[in-house]
Every structure is written in structure tokens, then in C-alpha cells.
């Protein structure tokens, strides 16, 4: 399974907006071939930091996510809306695995 961590940073003035585009993009991300979680957290305390965590039965289909409509449409729509890049870091899930075995 592969799996994406990435951390966002959100101006503060569009965290309500950040929040209705990224669930907007997480229930289309969850109906993709191959995708396991498509979780969506956001810190207590800075408000303003999120954590996106997806995860995927293999790199293809974490790939094909990248050019979805409604990935491409929530890149564009937040793009403005972070005070810095966004960070993905990638990694290889091991338990549960893609097959559901823990």
C-alpha cells in the first residue's frame, strides 16, 4: 500500500474555505479504484494546520488520483489559500496492508 502524508498550512482567513474544498475532494477521493483512506485531520492549536493522509493499493492508482477533475479543481481552488507550499511526504504502509491484513 502506498501511502501520502502531507501537511498544509492554511492562512488563517481561509480555514472554513479550506475545509469545505477538502471535503469536497475527499468524497470523490474515496470513491477511486485502489484508494484505502483518504483521511482529513486539522490541529487544535494552530488551527491552521491540516494533515492529509492517503492511502492507495499501489503507486498507479495514487498516480492516477494526481489527475482526477476533482483533485486538479481542489489544487487549483487552495492553491492561494496556503501561507506555504504544501509538504507530501510519501510512504510504503505496511500494516494493514492492501489486502486488509493486519
Do not use: C
Not at 475527499?26 to 494546520?49: M, V, Y
Request: proline fraction near 6%; charge should be neutral.
Amino acid at each position: 500500500m502506498v501511502v501520502t502524508i502531507v501537511h498544509v498550512y492554511v492562512k488563517p482567513q481561509y480555514i472554513d474555505d479550506f475545509i469545505a474544498a477538502t471535503r469536497t475532494n475527499h468524497e470523490a477521493s474515496i470513491q477511486e479504484t485502489g484508494n484505502r483512506r483518504f483521511d482529513i485531520l486539522q490541529q487544535d492549536d494552530p488551527p491552521d494546520k491540516f494533515v492529509l493522509y492517503e492511502a492507495y493499493v499501489s503507486q498507479a492508482d495514487a498516480f492516477a488520483h494526481k489527475k482526477t477533475p476533482h483533485y486538479l479543481r481542489w489544487r487549483k481552488t487552495v492553491a492561494h489559500w496556503m501561507a506555504k507550499p504544501r509538504e507530501g511526504v510519501s510512504y510504503q504502509g505496511l500494516y494493514p496492508n492492501a489486502d486488509g491484513d493486519v
